[in-house]
């Protein structure tokens, strides 16, 4: 992959996680902090023009914003297999198959989220081998993380994120790959959602 693109992918990455307070420490001096981890001038000047308005809010309105928008939505719920499936009891072997995938990768799941959420394996690509796996990941994230985007208000400064993923990395999945995942899709039921709420 592209240093430029696994780049992007690293750092949009982490401002998708939940925003504790180290993190946002570490965020203080965003240019400085965007200098360190993209190479390329003008994407660095554009994803600080994107992110600034993140920082502009104190961190507890981030903290809320971030649960406002993540994990109170299901149509913008950060978790790949949630995104394609639903609630369906499809998920969970949904849900081995990628973890297998991982494995059989070399790589292994660090953290206490769920093996399909959509930072962690943004970082997966960043750094694993192009291979048809690998592809076919890709495509599914776009799917994803395409949904996030059309369904993520533009007055929401996460917007800025996703136009950005949707701009330099993924494309905008064909009206046939649509079609056939929203056929797979069952609705969540709202009073036990099909995946964890972010641990605080």
Known sequence: MKDEIAELLVVTSRFLDYPDQTFYRECSNLDAYLRKSI?????HSEMSQRLMPLFSLELKDLQELYVETFD????TGLYLTAQELGDSRR???ALIRLQKLIADMG???VGIELTDYIPM???LLA???ENEEIHHLKRRLAYAIHRIFTHISKNNPYYQIFDALMTHIFEVPSSEEISRLVNEREEADLDELPYPMIYR
């Open 39 to 43: 190479t390329s001038e003008e994407l």
């Open 91 to 93: 998920r969970g072997d």
């Open 127 to 129: 750094v694993a081998p």
């Open 121 to 123: 394996l943004m970082e």
């Open 72 to 75: 109170y939505k299901e149509k």
């Open 107 to 109: 790589f292994e799941k």
